[in-house]
């Protein structure tokens, strides 16, 4: 429906027309490769998604993705890519997220919570992609189903800065904050802040009321 507040956007973003457009474009592709898309989703340029078969990739309410340079601070430098990587994976994302050039990769799972705000060019991955054994990555399929597989889980109003990577097994706690260019092989407890590759703890976040903002 257009409200009175979409034609003043019209006049005072150029892109606003072409992003309505590619809204439906985007929620009619998903419908037919297993990607849920509820609400109002926001997008700026064009993501991937990718699902194997009896898989699903889920984002809840008011999600906000950015794949293209131009409307984020730091660029990015791919657009948001989501993929399931084998059968009955899943990745799972709540309300109100925020991501700029995000990739989500799960073999198993990937579950994040309600308004988790993702940096640029961020990687999250359930997987190690390829073997250990050197023997078995010169072979293509048993390279892949050898890789050591751990579920993701990312609670709720956590904030991971640009270029951070979340590796498999990792669970992090509601509220944490994840520094820029940190790389986390372990959990992270609620509140903490962690930076540095392995990442570790540099502070704690104080919890401020919402009704008090």
């Given at each position: ?19 309505l ?10 419908f ?112 892949s ?61 104080k ?7």
């Amino acid at each position: 429906m257009i409200t009175f507040r979409n034609l003043i956007q019209f006049s005072r973003y150029p892109c606003f027309l072409s992003d309505l457009l590619l809204y439906g474009a985007i929620k009619l592709r998903a419908f037919g490769i297993r990607v849920r898309i509820d609400g109002q989703a926001r997008f700026r340029g064009w993501p991937i998604f990718s699902t194997y078969p009896k898989s699903l990739i889920s984002i809840g309410k008011n999600a906000y993705l950015i794949s293209r340079s131009r409307d984020t601070a730091l660029g990015v430098g791919h657009c948001c890519i989501f993929r399931t990587l084998r059968n009955g994976a899943r990745i799972s994302i709540g309300n109100d997220f925020r991501a700029s050039g995000v990739t989500v990769c799960a073999m198993a799972s990937v579950l994040i919570g309600d308004r988790v705000v993702i940096g640029a060019d961020v990687v999250i991955a359930d997987t190690d992609f390829h073997a250990i054994a050197p023997g078995v990555r010169c072979f293509q399929d048993a390279d892949s189903n050898e890789a050591r597989v751990l579920p993701v889980q990312i609670g709720s109003d956590v904030f991971i800065g640009c270029r951070a990577v979340i590796l498999k097994g990792a669970l992090i706690g509601h509220g944490a904050v994840i520094g820029a260019g940190s790389v986390v092989t372990r959990n992270v407890a609620p509140f903490e802040i962690v930076a540095g590759n392995p990442a570790r703890v540099v502070g704690t976040v104080k919890p401020v009321p919402l009704s008090t903002l």
